[in-house]
């Protein structure tokens, strides 16, 4: 592999002399050289562990060929330090930095401040010491990765759109460009420095010829680059790319669809996706729950719910009640330990298997999170009483969606339960109904793989 990468990159790089240019500033922390001259720059930033010999071969590759094809541009080649756990060290910037990010339904830990991490610290160093040249001449930065399997852009911003537009022309197929979760590198680049970055997988790094990195400044694409088009739908059709068969999306209620898609992502935790494959930690609790003692919402005492949930069902059970229909919640919030005695009641009852199509393992039941609720009747004859027909025609417009519907157990893993809805706002809710074929799981997957972060 070593000497077909050194062989790959003496082919890749036919850029120019290498020369430091006076005009960067030397980082103390970081590992970096310069090649060619010129105000456009193509950066690569090699982020994961590159030893000594790798990257001599890289910088020497691009020394030895840069001057052939792009004598008035630059390539400048980073090595980020290693790390044992940097696992976060992408988010830790300071554009719409926070403490800890959801990914399904893991806290991810982003340290206490930007930069705290060394690779978040020396990037930070080197693009503050930079700013002036690399901000006022034309920069794309490639991140690369070598333990991921696609093409990532930080945001649909029109400055990321361009160059995705640009690069796809010549970009390998089968690596569909993927989003990023807001909060990283990339975006901050682009909010303080006007910067665009891409990720790619290493082995793409490889697979790419010189004919490609030659084409982004033979050609137009800086130019076009950091143009100012008129707002086009090139990101909604790479969306809908990704959508499942089931999802009926026309020309006419196309707009209706991206509208609300972009009012999904307004509490983090309304998505989380707790289910066979993806748990919640033990010590789990939302922090916002209140109790339906003297609400008159249940027959039960001690029952809480999230607060929005709770507001959201205030509404809709005012609603039933003009309809002759009495909504009365049995269940609601259960912790981790509260769940594994449920479990394993069902277990003692009627056996593993049977189990755990009726109920959820401790960490995976919906119900940890305070917002799904089992109402009236724990029986599938639910859906024939008036309470159970009357959520089924309106549950979604108060921003709750049915979480097993009938039919789906293949996809769920559970049985039908006509009883049990999860809130997860209103326009999420009408999401679902409208275009996921009113699979609440259908749409949760599709939704995070969507925006999975590195």
Known sequence: MKKLFILFISSLFP??????????????????????????????????????????????????????????NKVITVFLPHEQSDECWLRNFPENHTESIFYYTKKINCGTSAGTSKKASSLIDFFQENASSLSNDKTIVFLIRKNIENVYIGNYSPLNQNCILQLQKNMIENYFPEVQIDGTLSLWLEKQYGISMITIPFELLEKLDCDYFASLFKSDILKDLFKKYDK?????QLILQTLPPECKITNKNKEQFFSLLEKCFIDPELLLLPNKKHSLGEKYAPEDMEYL?????????????????L???????????????NLQVISAFRSYNTQQTVFMHWVKEFGLTEAQRISARPGTSQHQLGTAIDFN???????????????ANNAYKYGFIMSFPKGMEYFTGYSYEPWHYRYIG????LLIENFFDKNLELFLQWYWKLWQPL
């Open 232 to 236: 086009n739908d090139f990101f909604k």
């Open 15 to 72: 850029l120019a002399l290498f020369s430091l240019q006076e005009s960067i500033q030397n980082s103390d922390n970081i590992d970096f050289s310069i090649f060619g001259k010129g105000k456009n720059n193509l950066l690569f930033l090699f982020a994961d562990n590159f030893d000594d010999e790798a990257k001599n071969s890289i910088q020497k590759s691009i020394a030895d060929k840069i001057e052939k094809v792009i004598p008035s």
């Open 426 to 429: 209103k326009e999420t809710a």
């Open 311 to 325: 507001n959201a069902l205030i509404d809709m059970a005012n609603a039933a009640k003009e309809e002759n229909c």
């Open 293 to 309: 003692d003297g609400k008159g919402l249940s027959p039960k005492q001690g029952i809480q719910i999230r607060r929005n949930t």
């Open 377 to 391: 009747l724990l029986d599938e004859s639910f859906e024939k009483h008036r309470e159970g027909k009357w959520l």
